[in-house]
């Protein structure tokens, strides 16, 4: 059933700064995710699965990657003529533009395109959270509430609370406290960043906090604790599915290690597929020498050596004596014969040389631990090449080609 009184809004602009050299030059959303996909493809194809066919995605940082890779929306049914998927970059006003100053502001410089499409209930996402859920259900609900707002949430550990917005709601799930990132939570129910606003209720609001000086233009600090004030009827909608918010090195890590321990995350769902663009490359190859255990191996993989507990993006290769366990590896980068790669995250068109290891205990080429890089996880940034039986230790960054040549000497190319 195709929602025509709905439009979704994708907040895809995000720096994802946490993740470190890894959005060196990629918007958060387009982060490679599960061997085949990129964070963004989750939202994408809950709207295409949920009949929301009318998409706007809301670029600012490093959008050019990420604008390629929507193009005209068709891995998403979205390339029609009535609807379909739109890139919407910061508003351009004469000879100057304007940033997105915060995501209320960012819907808000797209009135227009609001507008053109006249819809009774808009859709904001985040672009960057991995789940999969029908919005059809938080639709049917936020009308038979005649909420203005429905807020999609989730209960967190309590630990963790404090990293979300923090909502409290009655027996009706009638909202009545909203914190964001408060420091002494009263509630561990967490805003999931997914709403539905009465669109004509939300462009006054939008209205008002753009004419504030003191606003953050934000809807978690500014928009929803005004309509909270006011006594406007907000709702929650509980959500008990699985859902990660993929921030740091270390989720992006977890979330991709989710894929092979049995979580409740199923990529093979015919009912509820995750639809991507991806290359078309030929089946991987797993040579007889190869141990492969408890990994996603994806198509146009060559794998001759060891991989264990780990997800190997599109065009891999592993060669024969190399071991590559508890890793990600992003596509088209090499692994050479005699590596080791533990407990990384290794990116884009990356050469690991023969004998070299990232994610040592005893590295002979010692780098300044990343703050970024938690639980002793290492990074190689893209395009990167490491030889010369180099040993990277665990808890860091590398970002510049590193070659040791046999006489010992060390040099960064």
Known sequence: MRHSDCIAMILAGGQGSRLGALTKTLAKPAVPYGGKYRIIDFALSNCANSGIDTVGVLTQYQPLELNTYIGSGQPWDMDRLNGGAFILPPYVKGKSGEWYKGTANAIYQNKRFIDRFDPQNILILSGDHIYKMDYREMLRQHKATKA???????????????????????????????????????????????????REIMMRYLEADESDPNSSNDFGHDVIPAMLADGLPIFAYTFSGYWKDVGTIKSLWDANMDLISGSELDLNDDNWRIYSRHIDLPPQFIASTAEVRNSAVTEGCNVAGVVENSVLFSGVTVEAGAIVRDSIVLPMSVIRRGAKVDHALISHNVEIGEEVCVGCDDPNYPLPPDPLCTDGLSLVADGVTIRGNVRIGRGTTVVRSIEAYASGEEDTI
């Open 148 to 198: 203005a707002l429905t807020i999609a949430v989730i209960q967190v550990p309590w630990d963790d609370a404090s990293r979300y917005g923090i909502l409290s709601a009655d027996d009706n799930n009638r909202i009545y406290d909203f914190a964001e990132k408060p420091e002494k939570p009263k509630s561990n129910l967490a805003s999931m960043g997914i709403y539905i606003f009465d």
